[in-house]
């Protein structure tokens, strides 16, 4: 069914954007020395969450309309150990020749109100099947992994709805969300006074 036809294409890409990080993870590795990936998961939408989503909208539910208006069928999320490899990773895939960059969402830069804080991007990539050439979006999150960690925390609130001492809940997580961005940045800080150290030693070494 043209459905299913749909989906081996958000399947394809989903693989396509999988390899071009893995090729991306090795290379950057053999730069700095360190995976800066620490894993990726990708994700298709179901088809009653698709439905839904067409429905809320007020727009058809058919392969066009999925076609014209979601960008999120087909969703990557890539975890990083430190915040500047989330900035690394976006920029060399935006940077590659097949790649469109449709849209980018920075909130790691500016969180969400509850705390939510993550780099979302969306881009097309082509897809070559057997007498097809196209181009189909996949949002990508590109977070830490303390930014994951709290996101799930978050996203099993999203669907409890009410429940007592909701609020607090809400207030205790925000703050948590606070001391996580200043436990990555720290992080990071840290990491770099052990690599410049590392570099100084090694020209040291080297012109004893």
């Not at 459905?3 to 071009?20: C, E, G, N, P, W």
């Not at 066009?64 to 060399?92: P, W």
């Not at 997580?173 to 006074?193: F, G, Q, S, V, Y």
Request: aromatic share 8%.
């Amino acid at each position: 069914s043209e459905f299913k036809d749909l989906m081996l294409h958000y399947k394809s890409a989903i693989r396509t954007v999988r390899t071009k990080l893995e090729i991306l993870n090795d290379e950057l590795s053999l730069k700095n020395s360190r995976n800066p990936i620490e894993f990726v998961k990708s994700r298709l939408k179901k088809p009653a969450s698709i439905a839904q989503k067409l429905r809320r909208r007020n727009l058809d539910v058919s392969v066009k309309s999925i076609k014209e208006n979601l960008y999120d069928i087909a969703g990557i999320r890539v975890v990083c150990s430190f915040a500047d490899d989330i900035y690394d990773i976006a920029e060399v895939l935006a940077s590659q020749d097949d790649v469109e960059v449709v849209e980018i969402k920075d909130y790691i830069k500016n969180p969400k109100p509850n705390g939510y804080s993550s780099y979302h991007m969306i881009i097309k990539v082509p897809i070559y099947l057997y007498d097809v050439k196209e181009l189909i979006p996949i949002e990508l999150q590109i977070r830490t992994i303390a930014m994951d960690f709290w996101a799930s925390l978050d996203h099993q609130i999203k669907y409890k709805k009410e429940f007592p001492g909701a609020e607090n809940v809400s207030r205790d997580l925000k703050e948590c969300a606070d001391i996580i961005a200043d436990t990555d940045n720290r992080m990071l800080k840290i990491r770099k006074i052990i690599e410049s150290s590392t570099a100084e030693s090694n020209v040291n070494e080297e012109n004893q």
